[in-house]
């Protein structure tokens, strides 16, 4: 199995600009999880998808973040217009079945705003 | 808001001895208590996990102890190793919510 897939790896973009963070669940997952990580305020959550369906946006920060799973096998986290304070990285997790069982995190994007 | 607190928020063990890392929660509705590892530059992966219905996991050289009265857990890892080196983070979760802990960063010297 590949695991969860992220794109990109690395992401460098100016202050305004849209970003579009990818994620490629694990086959078999119904259950789908957006964090942000950073040094000040580590691991947060920032969306929960179940079969597709957001659950929990309560961690989104402001309307300037959008989230959408079109189907089972992709969502994307996007920013726009895009700040400094966003710089951080972007992780995509997904488990066999919502938040009560192990979570399967990505490699990560990591993004900076200039 | 954090309903999981974790402590210390560094550590720093010779090789060979016993790293303690420990967590308390307040919402006793959780009911699924993660422990996962995150190495630099990589994704957080699950190390060891517990239910509520035991009061200790043992898992090789890592152990998970379950305290539910006081509503705390600890992860223990024996004989640390340079390679345990790492951040690691204590979760507690149930279907309607989750919350992590802020992290631990432990450095095993050797």
């Known amino acids: 199995d590949a695991g969860v897939i992220q794109s990109p790896r690395h992401e460098v973009t100016e202050m305004g600009q849209e970003v579009t963070l990818r994620c490629k669940p694990i086959?078999?997952?119904?259950?789908l999880f957006w964090y942000r990580q950073t040094m000040m305020r580590g691991l947060e959550l920032l969306i929960y998808f179940n079969n597709n369906v957001p659950i929990d946006d309560s961690g989104m920060p402001e309307d300037r973040f959008s989230a959408k799973m079109p189907n089972a096998s992709f969502s994307t986290l996007k920013i726009q217009p895009s700040e400094p304070r966003d710089s951080a990285v972007y992780f995509c997790?997904?488990?066999?079945?919502?938040?009560?069982?192990?979570?399967?995190f990505g490699p990560g994007t990591r993004l900076t705003v200039l | 808001q954090q309903q999981v607190k974790q402590s210390p928020q560094s550590l720093i063990v010779q090789k060979g001895g016993i790293s303690i890392i420990n967590c308390a929660y307040e919402?006793?509705?959780?009911?699924?208590f993660p422990w996962y590892q995150q190495f630099p530059g990589k994704g957080p992966a699950l190390l060891i996990a517990?239910?509520?219905?035991?009061s200790e996991k043992k898992e090789g050289r890592f152990t998970i102890s379950f305290n539910k009265s006081a509503k705390q857990f600890s992860l223990h890892i024996m004989d640390s190793q340079p390679g345990d080196s790492a951040t690691y983070f204590c979760a507690a979760t149930n279907n309607n919510d989750m919350r992590f802990g802020a992290g631990t960063r432990l450095t095993v010297k050797p």
């Open positions: 517990i239910r509520p219905d035991v």
């Open positions: 919402n006793t509705a959780f009911d699924y």
């Open positions: 086959s078999g997952h119904n259950s």
């Open positions: 997790a997904s488990s066999f079945s919502g938040r009560g069982h192990e979570q399967f």
